[in-house]
């Protein structure tokens, strides 16, 4: 971990409270304007249910990802969302704004506004849910006390394994234990996981009572109907060298096989260009060696909605991670986001990448560049592309919304 990113972590616990502390007063004179608002949409709305999201992952966020999208799409399913406004990313929030039809960005900061929120809706008579991700790395049960004191039942969305590494700092006890009774409560929780094998760990504390395996998805047509004529600026010099793309968009971490990634640099010199799109998430890039090579290209980060003007260009998809514990637990959003794009996807031997057809899945280094010989003849097979499209259209952020509401509701 980098030093910037330990004294990051250390401060944290020192520099949050203060923040929440500025940000829990003021703006009282909207008391009333966020009361009739609410009211008047709980009202004349009929939903089937209502979630306040209570986690700081941000809206307004270069990369869409899972909790945007689903919030996006509970929405779209007559589920009334109200989304936390993180102070670093949502700063323009001071109370609330309504992003799309039944979906609103809240500052539940605002102590007033919290608890207006909060008492609104529990005595709605709608079915009412607190949201929490496993990523959040909270106390959770205590962090949504103030939701279940009120009758609010939980939605907890198990989405990787409990490592440091995605952390960024070492996991308390108190955490795991409470992370442990998040999954063992039946009464009050509904999990969410979005791999097999958190799927079977959760399964294992609790049966298959109000149990799900949601795994990620994409928003399909973002990604399949790409309209653009324009080369972005950074893919230009890339584009006009007339090699093909081996082309990747995510996280650059621990868990990248930049090893790999040298041996393709090296097999591939004379035929292909290599380009990552991704945070450097833990500096592992810098240290890895990869960027003196000639033919891999780093362009930093991309915003999710310029992403498919760059990934167009892309001739094969790769997902080149290690197999570990943390992969392993690993539904990864970009193979989906590949099915659409339409483009050959060739994947380290990860479990979740081996349940669909259309990846290329690789054992070893080896068969990982076979397999991307494999890919230089599928992208032109109608066979083949159809079948990327039928698993993306099989797996969108709608479809998943539709399998969290149904759990909540029927089961």
Known sequence: MSLKRRVKNLLRPILKPMLLKYREKGHEDQKQVFFDEITGAIKNGNYDAIVIFDVYFGFEVKMFQRPQHIALNLAKENVLYFYKASPYVDKD???????????????????????CLIDIVSQSGVPAFGQIYSTSFVEYDSWLKKFT??????????????????????????????????????????????????????????????????????QYEHFANIDCK???????????????????????????????????????????????????????????GILKLDNVHYLGTVNYNELPTYSKFFNVSIIPFVVNEITEATSPVKLFEYMALGKPIVTTALPECRKYESPLVSDSHEDFINNIKKAAELENSKEYIELLRKEGNQNTWRQKAKDIKELILNS
Do not use: C
């Open 149 to 218: 004191d009120r009758n609010f039942k939980i939605i907890y969305e198990y989405v990787d394994d409990l490592s440091d590494d995605i952390a960024g700092f070492k996991i308390s006890d108190e955490i795991k234990a409470s992370h442990k009774r998040m999954l063992e409560d039946t009464e009050k929780v509904y999990v969410v996981t979005t791999a097999d094998k958190l799927y079977q760990e959760a399964k294992e504390l609790r049966g298959e009572n109000k149990l799900a395996l949601v795994t990620n998805g994409v």
């Open 93 to 115: 929030i001071k109370t609330y704004k309504k992003m799309e039809e039944n979906l609103y960005l809240v500052n539940t900061d605002l102590y007033w506004l919290q608890e």
């Open 230 to 288: 324009k080369i972005p600026d950074k893919m230009k010099n890339i584009v006009k060298s007339k090699k093909k793309i081996i082309g990747y968009f995510g996280a650059l971490a621990s868990w990248f096989d930049y090893d790999l990634i040298k041996e393709l640099a090296e097999e591939f010199k004379d035929d292909y260009e290599i380009v990552l799109i991704g945070i450097d998430y833990d500096q592992s890039l810098g240290k890895s």
